[in-house]
């Protein structure tokens, strides 16, 4: 008696040649009112596509923060738009790993609509302690990063 | 020469029974300092699910707004709080059309994780001219919600 | 030597016989494609007076958080849209407190653009320990949205 | 017969020695669940500054927008994260206007909390058409704009 409510896994993307792809829609919360998507968003699109990268690679963000051991935080972020996203728009973030070091990840997305680059985002990413400061991230995180790293020049 | 970027087109969710089903997954964006799912986010969530439903059900919001006939725009919402989400939540927003008029509809939505609901808003959206002013939905909107609301009671 | 960086305080509003006002400027951010602002927003502008009237009522919300002690949670709310608001427009928050128990406060908000009504949200916010349960609000803090309240009637 | 309700004019900020100063007070809409600002929001906070100076400077973007002229899109941003903001903090955004083109503006902006600097960003805007074609801004604007770089070197 009874049925269960019908569940879709939301994707987390896809893996292909060192590269992670990941879906996005633009809803009316994107837009401003020139029509187009306010800037800022891209940042949240790529951050959804970074979260969904490391789960892919194993990796429990809200496990490490419950624990106190420490969580990503973007020290850096450089941003260019070449065209505008609208409603409606069907997207694809495409993100890889460009610089791996003992305490930060580097990585180049790209918003795309078809083969169009909307825009390019360069990500650097540290890990850092509960009270704020950089510690080397965890041995197991940076072993995914490195695996999926290599896979792209293979 | 040159491979097409891998393209996962976003799900819009699946209708059954007179309902519509759509996924979410809770982003760092979508928390707040309390660890939890910050409470206005729900309604962003829910109105992806509209528009998904509206795209299923063969209504273009776009178009309607570049060619000036006008929009939905919410004239109520009433919210209850049950449990909160959190990072990583994959989560079903359920919705079913519970009355519809000549220039609004009233919608019972669920926000769900598993079988447990978490959030309960009902809504009644309007459809609006650019002016602002109410005006009767067009009779194709119309037609596609009334036979989506006629599958519920079957 | 050197000069300091004019600093301006951010408002808190004012308390005016039992009641609050908060001043909300809409940015580009606050719109969306209907050039009007996204309705979930405006739970954001009753956010944010409700926590500068805490502020004002010299309730420390961080310091509760971080000491462990709990947050406020909002358990319910009611919105009805009446008229849109648009970007550069000036508006004020109104709020008052209609009834206030052990665990939870009701409050009733009026987003103003002049004298006309916007939107009008009945919330009610419940104090929840970290675990998410119910708890009494502290006692300090009962006390003064106590005195508030009282400064209605008189 | 009825008082007006109190209205508190939200603030444009301050113009001084070339440079705009603009304040923001963190809400728990601002924060995520490590506590600390969502990096995204930063962009926001800039945009509030820019919107609030061009105010100040008498251009009126809306009546721009709703006459077809156009509207200023970034184009281009550069941010760094030096120290994270947190719940209740009352920051200030400084900006100057580092080049002005025919087409474009590049302004260089900090987010400061007292005197500390927690986040640089750098941002090229462009003046676009409707159509999304870069157009050369309005003479006013420009005129305005150069007024305002002058006021720097003095």
């Not at 049925?3 to 987390?12: F, N, S, Y």
């Not at 694809?92 to 078809?114: I, N, Y």
Request: charged share 25%; hydrophobic share 40%.
């Amino acid at each position: 008696m009874g049925t269960a409510t019908p569940h879709i896994q939301p994707t987390q993307g896809i893996l292909d040649a060192g590269k992670h792809y990941f879906p996005v829609r633009i809803y009316y919360e994107d837009t401003d009112l020139s029509g187009m998507v306010y800037h800022a968003n891209y940042l949240r699109y790529c951050e959804r596509a970074r979260s969904s990268l490391l789960n892919m690679l194993g990796i429990d963000q809200r496990a490490a923060i419950e624990a106190g051991e420490g969580n990503y935080a973007v020290a850096e972020a450089n941003m260019r738009f070449f065209a505008p996203a609208r409603l409606d728009d069907s997207l694809t973030v495409q993100t890889e790993c460009v610089e791996l070091k003992a305490a930060s990840v580097r990585l180049a997305q790209k918003v795309l609509r078809g083969e169009d680059c909307l825009v390019e985002v360069q990500v650097r990413v540290g890990f850092v302690a509960p009270n704020g400061r950089p510690r080397r991230q965890p041995d197991l995180w940076r072993a995914a990063f490195s695996e999926f790293f290599a896979k792209e020049s293979e």
